[in-house]
Nanobody, 113 residues
Framework: VQLQASGGGLVQAGGSLRLSCAASERLFSFYTMGWYRQAPGKQRELVAAISGQSTDYADSVKGRFAISRDSAKNTVYLQMNSLKPEDTAIYYC?????????WGQGTQVTVSS
């Protein structure tokens, strides 16, 4: 499975972005899709995940970010609202199939204050 992340960019604090992660083949909803991010000098962290109808979010983004999936397009989205400078990072999508992890190439999100 190849994942192509897009939608990053430069935005002012309080603004919004929608990230997309398009897969090269069907994404089975019972496997977990996630968005991770990595800021300079920090470890990669899970931002949001979706498996079946269940979603999970890091405490730092709850109420601001929303993960969703369009099965017909083999695409997962991350809607990011009320962005803060501390959301600045490279965002990666991930598809976990049992013990295998597939990663997208990352998309840069920069939030200016």
């Amino acid at each position: 499975v190849q994942l192509q992340a897009s939608g990053g960019g430069l935005v002012q604090a309080g603004g919004s972005l929608r990230l997309s992660c398009a897969a090269s083949e069907r994404l089975f909803s019972f496997y977990t899709m996630g968005w991770y991010r990595q800021a300079p000098g920090k470890q990669r962290e899970l931002v949001a995940a979706i498996s079946g109808q269940s979603t999970d979010y890091a405490d730092s983004v709850k109420g601001r970010f929303a993960i969703s999936r369009d099965s017909a397009k083999n695409t997962v989205y991350l809607q990011m609202n009320s962005l803060k400078p501390e959301d600045t990072a490279i965002y990666y999508c991930n598809y976990r199939v049992n013990v295998y992890n597939y990663w997208g190439q990352g998309t840069q999100v920069t939030v200016s204050s």
